[in-house]
């Protein structure tokens, strides 16, 4: 039986909910990635087979919230971000939950102001096992209010089950993210370790340890985010490759297969850990290229700025339609004016005339960050929707979804 989640009310959706269990029950083997077609008349949404919160962000939210219900009265910490949808952080902070560092590791709050009656919280992408040393000193529990993604820690599992075994790691993933530094410094205590980033990175490191990259490229490219010491040829004679589980599933598995060519080559031993890849991410977006074979007019993903599995989503969406990453329906200006986050240049655009509202029925691929409650999609559904006086009302668009 799947484990059930206590989630907030302000983030449950009697849209988009009433869309994934109508889908869930007819589709129980998750088979089908086409999306479903909500239509408004002027204006129709593809909705995905999978998107928003996945188990782990549930497992999160559910603990957070239960542990500021059973903790009136005390302090209560997060190491960080919970999880990277402001709507959820801004909503634990007005409850009262300040943030010990920033996403970057920036401490926010004194570490030595904290006592044993105070509550922390580690976040979902799990801390280093330093942080949870220096909790530990300060007489606080590092694992009474623990809200790390299982799925994380089965990567953590798999990767000391390899260190015991001798294998160097290669970890997939952004060495600034939460959770690679977590992945990482859980890594360390076994053995060697060294992180990618693409699969550029790991044609680099693959030449490395054949020995045919020029003099330095390891240490320009590496030297930041490997375990002291690291030699890729005498390390890289067995190892096995981990991930950040927000990370793209198709390019985890391209850089397993760059990494396990050169291994072939070079004669070295390389462990099978495709079982490290995260359901949730794999399912996400494999609906987001089920949105890629229709036909829209534009997409919208909505999501943390911060949030690196939504990122991947609009990766994936931009290689085909114009679109808009936004945190809420805040950012829409009606149809004149979005206000939204570009990945590439690391900052927030403005951009005009971005609806076709003229282009009858215009057509939305809309999807969502796994970290992004859905009342968040029904609000930009509601709020475009709102734009065409002529649009059915929402039981009538919502009248083929009736179970």
């Known amino acids: ?3 059930s989640f206590t989630i907030p009310e302000i983030y449950e959706s009697p849209m988009i909910r009433r869309i994934k269990d109508f889908r869930g029950a007819g589709d129980s083997m998750k088979k089908d990635l086409s999306p479903a077609v909500l239509d408004f008349g002027p204006v129709r949404f593809l909705i995905p087979r999978h998107f928003g919160f996945c188990y782990g ?6 603990i957070a919230y239960r542990t500021i219900e059973e903790n009136r009265g005390k302090r209560i910490f997060l190491l960080s971000e919970m999880i990277h949808n402001p709507t959820v952080n801004e909503d634990l902070r007005r409850r009262g939950v300040e943030f010990l ?5 920036t401490e926010l709050i004194p570490f ?3 006592t044993a009656d105070d509550v922390v919280i580690v976040p979902a992408f799990g801390t280093t096992l330093e942080m949870q040393a220096r909790l530990a000193e300060r007489g606080i529990d590092p694992y009474q209010y623990d809200t790390t993604c299982p799925f994380v820690v089965k990567v953590w599992r798999r990767g000391d089950q390899l ?7 290669v970890i997939h993933g952004k060495y600034e993210h939460e959770e690679t530094r977590a992945t990482f410094s859980h890594a360390a205590l076994h053995g060697p370790v060294v992180v990618v980033y ?5 044609e680099a490191l693959a030449a490395c340890m054949e020995g ?3 003099a330095g490229t390891f240490e320009r490219l590496f030297g930041h985010k490997c375990t002291p010491g690291f030699d890729p040829k005498r390390d890289l004679a067995k190892f096995g490759v981990i991930n950040q589980t927000t990370m793209l599933a198709t390019e985890t598995q391209d850089v397993m297969r760059v990494l396990n060519a050169a291994s072939e080559r070079a004669g070295t031993a390389m462990a099978d850990t495709r079982d490290t890849l995260c359901y949730a991410t794999n399912e996400n977006q494999g609906a987001t290229n089920g949105l890629l074979r229709e036909a829209a007019d534009l997409a919208i993903v909505v999501g943390g700025y911060n949030s690196s599995n939504t990122l991947h989503i609009v990766e994936l969406l931009e290689s085909r339609f114009p679109t808009f990453h936004i945190r809420d329906a805040s950012e829409m200006s009606g149809s004149a004016r979005i206000r939204h986050w570009n990945q590439w240049d690391k ?7 971005w609806f076709p509202i003229r282009n009858k029925p215009v057509t939305v691929a809309l999807t969502s960050g796994a970290s992004c409650p859905d009342a968040l999609v029904d609000g930009v559904i509601l709020e475009i929707a709102s734009w065409f006086p002529d649009a059915k009302p929402v039981d009538e668009a919502m009248a083929p979804f009736r179970g």
């Open 57 to 62: 962000v549930q497992n999160a939210i559910d």
């Open 112 to 114: 030595d102001s904290l």
């Open 163 to 169: 260190g015991k075994q001798g294998h160097a790691l």
């Open 347 to 353: 900052r927030l655009h403005e951009t005009d005339g």
């Open 198 to 202: 693409n699969v550029a990175e790991a």
């Open 101 to 105: 560092h920033a996403t970057d590791g």
């Open 212 to 214: 045919t990259a020029e």
């Open 1 to 3: 039986m799947a484990k």
